[in-house]
């Protein structure tokens, strides 16, 4: 069982900034990537960014420029998403996924989902 936390959401103003932490730990033999998801009320779930195992990153349009995926140095399995120059639409619950993880290599990929954390962004 694998277990993502992540951390750092909270209210900010219009052209502030946030950082947001997503920790995975348990059992993880490999995975294939590590990104960043949100929601907003109303709205289906959507991609923000993507990291993978050789640090190559990938973001949605909307958040080019602004938004930046890094892994932590020490912990190959703690990623941040540094938020920059935020806007009202911005305002969602930011969700950290880990893909094709697999506990062991006999064991199949699967994926995993954090709890979520709020960012809400005022005008």
């Known amino acids: 069982q694998v277990t993502l936390v992540e951390s750092g959401g909270g209210l900010v103003q219009a052209g502030g900034s946030l950082r947001l932490s997503c920790a995975a730990s348990?059992?993880?033999?490999?995975?294939?990537?590590m990104g960043w998801y949100r929601q907003a009320p109303g709205k289906q779930r959507e991609f923000i960014a993507v990291?993978?195992?050789?640090?190559?990153?990938?973001y949605v349009d909307s958040v080019k420029g602004r938004f930046t995926i890094s892994r932590d140095n020490a912990n190959m399995y703690e990623v941040y998403l540094q938020m920059n120059n935020l806007k009202p639409e911005d305002t969602a619950v930011y969700y950290c996924?880990?893909?094709?993880?697999?506990?062991?290599?006999?064991?199949?990929?699967?994926?995993?989902w954090g709890q979520g954390t709020q960012v809400t962004v005022s005008s």
């Open positions: 996924n880990a893909d094709g993880v697999r506990a062991t290599i006999l064991h199949p990929p699967r994926d995993y």
């Open positions: 348990g059992s993880i033999f490999s995975m294939n990537t």
């Open positions: 990291i993978t195992g050789e640090d190559s990153t990938n």
